[in-house]
């Protein structure tokens, strides 16, 4: 990835946060501690724009969005297209998996389903099973139903790691077990956005780390822990450590169109995980409800809200706070017109980049700094879209 020009902070600036480091740091009062100013500035999706440059191809249908990867520790080879949807409860489901394998992507299943419900799905679905990934927590009861799931169902051969935060020396052990006790399957894991942690979970055996802390559209960690790092900026720093070890990555969160699904695969981003994009689909779980002004929707959540702990664990616990936020999503209709939507867009973008297919682009990427994406004069709707997806219903 290049930037078309180097980016740096005034003078002025740097003396300032020079001078209140110090200040801080006074000797004989702060003696002990160390804070530290990172005066880089980091990006995030709405921070950049792809430079386009000279193409080859004639049209978008030559471009392939499909990828083949060789997994580090499992040895596996894994073709997909790089696109993950979330393993939240909302958007995580085996109706989700059934429609996106259609299309070669690939579903983190949620970890609430039952060891009898995963034997089902995946003898009604022998097609579908190389495109989900079983996910679990670091517990020692979700550890124990993945043993179960993976005995049960050893078709499975991808297993997703999935915890808030990655850097707690307890889920690297977990990982470590988990590829001791499965040396033969791929271990995604995460949430990371820094090199020397990709770096450790690969060296303890992970073969795709997740990449992203707080950028999810239900996601409040920012909020209440001011923890977090602008994701294109966590995106090229992780990628290159990964890729410097044959690790690969995920981009997960903040992705709210194909430009940013784009952005992210540029930056080096070997797949990309989305779930909000994805809610409010035909094959997403829960009701749907109709608004007093006729507007029909499907709630949507983070895995860390109160309703996902109400669900879940039968309440926020009095030592935490929720960090995720409930929202209710238009009803989108079926998932195929939002997958094609956005491997639309990702095409488009290829051609754009003179890339002829998804493992080009990031070879073929240069961003640049902006200070506007769109120009929305007339707002974000499109009676367009509507029009379109209500034919694609009909047919």
């Not at 792809?50 to 978008?60: A, E, F, G, Q, V």
């Not at 520790?73 to 997909?80: A, E, F, I, L, P």
């Not at 709630?299 to 664990?313: I, L, P, Q, V």
Request: charged letters at 25%.
């Amino acid at each position: 990835v290049f930037f078309q020009r180097s980016i740096d902070m005034n003078v002025a600036t740097r003396r300032s946060l020079a001078g209140m480091a110090a200040a801080v740091l006074a000797p004989g009062v702060l003696e002990s501690r160390c804070l530290r100013i990172e005066t880089d500035v980091k990006l995030d999706f709405k921070d950049v724009l792809i430079r386009p440059k000279r193409s080859t191809l004639k049209s978008r249908s030559e471009v392939s969005v499909e990828r083949t990867m060789v997994m580090k520790h499992s040895g596996r080879t894994m073709t997909c297209v790089p696109v993950v949807v979330a393993n939240m409860d909302t958007v995580g489901t085996y109706e989700m998996a059934k429609t996106l394998a259609a299309y070669g992507c690939v579903v983190a299943v949620h970890k609430h389903y039952s060891v009898d419900e995963w034997k089902q799905f995946v003898v009604e679905n022998p097609k579908v099973v190389d495109k989900v990934m079983v996910s679990s927590g670091s517990g020692d009861a979700d550890l124990r139903k993945l043993d179960e799931i993976l005995e049960a169902c050893p078709a499975l051969s991808t297993i997703c790691l999935d915890v808030a935060n990655g850097y707690s020396e307890f889920f690297v052990d977990c990982v470590q077990k988990v590829r001791s006790k499965w040396p033969k399957h791929t271990i995604v894991a995460g949430n990371v956005v820094t090199n020397e942690m990709t770096e450790e979970l690969i060296l303890k055996g992970a073969d795709i780390v997740k990449v992203g802390i707080g950028p999810g559209s239900v996601c409040t960690t920012r909020r209440q822990t001011g923890v977090g790092y602008p994701q294109v900026s966590a995106v090229i720093e992780c990628a290159d450590a990964a890729h410097g070890l044959d690790g690969h990555v995920i981009a997960d969160g903040g992705i709210t169109c194909p430009g940013d699904a784009a952005k992210a695969l540029g930056a080096g981003a070997d797949f990309v995980m989305l779930g909000g994009f994805f809610s409010g689909t035909d094959e997403t779980s829960g009701e749907v409800k109709t608004l007093p002004n006729g507007t029909k929707v499907k709630e949507f959540y983070g895995m860390s809200s109160s309703t996902a702990m109400n669900k879940h664990a039968g309440g926020v616990a009095d030592y935490r706070s929720s960090e995720g936020k409930t929202v209710q999503v238009p009803c989108k209709g079926p998932a195929a017109v939002v997958v094609k939507d956005l491997l639309g867009g990702l095409r488009s973008a290829c051609t754009y980049v003179g890339a002829k297919s998804i493992k080009e682009i990031s070879k073929r990427t240069t961003f640049v700094r902006c200070t506007q994406q769109t120009n929305n004069v007339y707002g974000t709707h499109d009676l367009g879209s509507k029009a379109g997806h209500t034919a694609s219903k009909k047919k």
